[in-house]
């Protein structure tokens, strides 16, 4: 198999050769657009892309789907049952498809090809610079829920039963019963716990601390425990438990250790190169991470285990108030219209009337994927279910452990590519205030992108270890993502349709005049 060096060019990392990151650059790092040659003038203005209309179905679908799907089974819960919860859905997404083909039409009016410059264009300074803004918050708020889910997923990590230590059952007063040389996994742990005979030699340095209180002495045990044999995992199941009295849980099994060193060392080296396009590999693994997930969740629906029992399943809303509670999870699961814009400009044929055919097509897959979700996770637990769904799920089930371990990577790889379009709306928004174009700020480039990816991943870190609800963050990033799908696309239909309307009046007056 070739191997596949990520970053390897230097100047992926240092001083950039070209214009840098272009201010109010906001790409899909699943689209390439060929850069255009000097003097070269593409019909209707825009450059003819490469992306086929099935492709552009898989884009969309791609930057639709995510981790947001965790919060649709609770989202169903707020919203009052299942009735309530795919009405609202259906009819939210006639406004979302309505929104997607709206900015296609607007991007082929203004000739821009990202969201804030259509936004720009089409409706002036003071809306564009709202938009970029709303767009770099909500981008700083999504790696926010990010890192929370991943603590998430790691809190709800233990070791199976099966791989506890097997000892032999003791009596009061420590000696092995009936000559048996195996236990249940319960007994192994409280011996591993709390056994009066003298550890293995292997685990003499883990268990210093529990040495210097005392719990482990001499006794006519000493030999078994001395002839037990432990599997590695639990070495894992002893080091990350502690032992009753002890006052907490070790410092390596915190949940802000956990999720600080996970974002340092993944996260972090993934967010400070200047491109981002060799994640578009990781992309399609993400991909398959939701689909396995929402099929877990519809498998566990029909054959459930017998330890999972639904709470109340509700059949009607409390209120209406209830009802629209749900709409920030619906808008930010289903919020593609960011990214919607590049991919519609890098279609072979970007012509509206296509384009209202891709969006629908992605967002009626969409929809399967979050209905199946939502309904299924719901019927399991009822109103009990967690904002995450999978925290809900026995913490020993394989299947599920497998699902968090997806949901993780596709986290780990959302996160330096959500960063990267929040820092490049800062870099524009900063040198557009400081009056100088990005050709003129060369020589600055990296020192700027350093610090610009320090700060943010340093203030997300610490907004996520202190929030550890990602319900809040939901409830506040998906009021943005709702702008996104309702408000901005709104404005600049409006204004569109102003501009020709002001363009047919003076043609008007003019025929009449020539008439007359």
Same mark, same amino acid.
């Given at each position: 198999?070739?191997?596949?060096?990520?970053?390897?060019d230097?100047?992926?990392?240092?001083?950039?050769?070209d214009?840098g990151?272009?201010?109010?650059?906001?790409?899909?790092?699943?689209?390439?657009?060929? #850069?255009? $040659?000097? %003097?070269?003038?593409?019909? &209707? +203005?825009?450059?003819? =892309? /490469?992306?086929?209309?099935?492709? @552009?179905?898989?884009?969309?679908?791609?930057?639709?789907?995510?981790?947001?799907?965790?919060n649709?089974?609770?989202a169903f819960?707020?919203?009052?049952?299942?009735?309530?919860?795919?009405?609202?859905?259906?009819?939210?997404?006639?406004?979302?498809?309505s929104?997607?083909?709206?900015?296609?039409?607007?991007?082929?009016?203004?000739?821009?090809r990202?969201y804030?410059?259509?936004?720009?264009a089409?409706?002036?300074?003071?809306?564009?610079?709202l938009?970029?803004?709303?767009?770099?918050?909500?981008?700083?708020?999504?790696?926010?829920?990010?890192?929370?889910?991943?603590?998430?997923?790691?809190d709800?990590?233990?070791?199976?039963?099966?791989?506890?230590?097997h000892?032999? #059952?003791l $009596?009061? %007063?420590?000696?092995?019963? &009936? +000559?048996?040389?195996h =236990? /249940?996994?319960?007994?192994?742990? @409280?011996?591993?716990?709390?056994?009066?005979?003298?550890?293995?030699?292997?685990l003499l340095g883990?268990?210093?601390?529990?040495?210097?209180?005392?719990?482990?002495?001499?006794?006519?045990?000493?030999?078994?425990?001395s002839?037990?044999?432990?599997?590695?995992?639990?070495?894992i199941?002893?080091?990350?438990?502690e032992?009753?009295?002890?006052?907490?849980?070790?410092?390596y099994?915190?949940?802000?250790?956990?999720?600080?060193?996970?974002?340092?060392?993944?996260?972090l080296?993934?967010?400070?190169p200047?491109?981002?396009?060799?994640?578009?590999?990781?992309?399609?693994?993400?991909?398959?991470?939701?689909?396995?997930?929402?099929?877990?969740?519809?498998?566990?629906?029909?054959?459930?285990?017998?330890?999972?029992t639904?709470?109340?399943?509700?059949?009607?809303?409390?209120?209406?108030?209830?009802?629209?509670?749900?709409?920030?999870?619906?808008?930010f699961?289903?919020?593609?219209?960011?990214?919607?814009?590049?991919?519609?400009?890098?279609?072979?044929?970007?012509?509206?009337?296509?384009?209202g055919?891709?969006?629908?097509?992605?967002?009626?897959?969409?929809?399967?994927?979050?209905?199946?979700?939502?309904?299924?996770?719901?019927?399991?637990?009822?109103?009990?279910?967690?904002?995450?769904?999978?925290?809900?799920?026995?913490?020993?089930?394989?299947a599920?452990?497998?699902?968090?371990?997806?949901?993780?990577?596709?986290?780990?790889?959302?996160?330096?590519?959500?960063h990267?379009?929040?820092?490049?709306?800062?870099?524009?928004?900063?040198?557009?205030?400081?009056g100088m174009?990005?050709?003129?700020?060369?020589?600055?480039?990296?020192?700027r992108?350093?610090?610009?990816?320090?700060?943010?991943?340093?203030?997300t870190l610490?907004?996520?270890?202190?929030?550890?609800?990602?319900?809040k963050?939901?409830?506040?990033?998906?009021?943005?993502?709702?702008?996104?799908?309702?408000?901005?696309?709104g404005?600049?239909?409006?204004?569109?349709?102003?501009?020709?309307?002001?363009?047919?009046k003076?043609?008007?007056?003019?025929?009449?005049l020539?008439?007359?």
């Amino acid at each position: 198999m070739a191997q596949v060096s990520i970053n390897s060019d230097l100047g992926e990392w240092g001083l950039s050769t070209d214009s840098g990151e272009r201010a109010r650059l906001l790409q899909s790092p699943s689209v390439d657009i060929a #850069p255009k $040659s000097e %003097g070269e003038a593409p019909p &209707g +203005g825009l450059g003819r =892309g /490469t992306t086929s209309t099935l492709g @552009a179905i898989f884009i969309v679908v791609n930057a639709c789907l995510g981790a947001g799907l965790l919060n649709f089974p609770a989202a169903f819960s707020t919203a009052g049952g299942v009735a309530a919860g795919i009405t609202l859905q259906m009819a939210m997404l006639v406004f979302i498809i309505s929104g997607l083909v709206i900015l296609a039409y607007c991007s082929q009016a203004s000739n821009e090809r990202t969201y804030q410059e259509v936004v720009w264009a089409v409706c002036g300074k003071l809306t564009g610079v709202l938009c970029e803004v709303a767009i770099a918050t909500y981008t700083f708020g999504t790696c926010i829920a990010f890192l929370i889910i991943i603590g998430d997923q790691q809190d709800k990590s233990e070791v199976p039963p099966q791989c506890l230590p097997h000892p032999p #059952p003791l $009596s009061p %007063g420590g000696h092995a019963v &009936g +000559g048996k040389e195996h =236990g /249940t996994p319960a007994q192994g742990l @409280a011996w591993a716990r709390h056994s009066s005979g003298n550890p293995p030699s292997w685990l003499l340095g883990p268990l210093d601390r529990w040495r210097s209180q005392q719990r482990w002495r001499t006794t006519p045990c000493s030999s078994l425990a001395s002839r037990s044999v432990l599997p590695p995992c639990a070495v894992i199941a002893v080091m990350a438990k502690e032992p009753e009295g002890a006052g907490g849980s070790p410092w390596y099994t915190d949940r802000k250790f956990t999720i600080s060193l996970t974002a340092f060392l993944f996260i972090l080296p993934l967010s400070i190169p200047r491109e981002i396009g060799f994640q578009k590999y990781a992309s399609f693994l993400s991909v398959v991470g939701t689909w396995y997930v929402t099929a877990i969740i519809i498998i566990k629906y029909i054959w459930p285990d017998k330890e999972m029992t639904p709470a109340d399943i509700l059949n009607r809303p409390a209120s209406w108030i209830a009802v629209f509670n749900a709409m920030p999870t619906i808008c930010f699961g289903f919020q593609c219209h960011v990214s919607s814009v590049p991919v519609f400009n890098s279609m072979w044929r970007p012509e509206v009337k296509t384009w209202g055919g891709v969006v629908t097509a992605a967002m009626v897959i969409a929809l399967a994927v979050y209905m199946g979700t939502g309904i299924c996770g719901f019927l399991t637990f009822g109103a009990a279910v967690d904002p995450d769904v999978l925290l809900s799920y026995p913490s020993e089930d394989m299947a599920v452990a497998v699902a968090r371990a997806f949901i993780i990577l596709s986290v780990l790889t959302s996160y330096p590519i959500l960063h990267f379009c929040g820092r490049a709306v800062v870099e524009g928004l900063w040198l557009r205030y400081q009056g100088m174009p990005v050709e003129e700020d060369v020589g600055r480039e990296r020192r700027r992108r350093v610090l610009q990816t320090l700060v943010w991943f340093l203030l997300t870190l610490l907004l996520a270890l202190f929030i550890p609800d990602i319900g809040k963050v939901i409830s506040v990033i998906g009021g943005l993502a709702a702008c996104f799908i309702f408000v901005f696309p709104g404005l600049c239909l409006i204004q569109a349709k102003l501009s020709e309307m002001e363009e047919v009046k003076p043609a008007r007056i003019f025929c009449c005049l020539n008439v007359s």
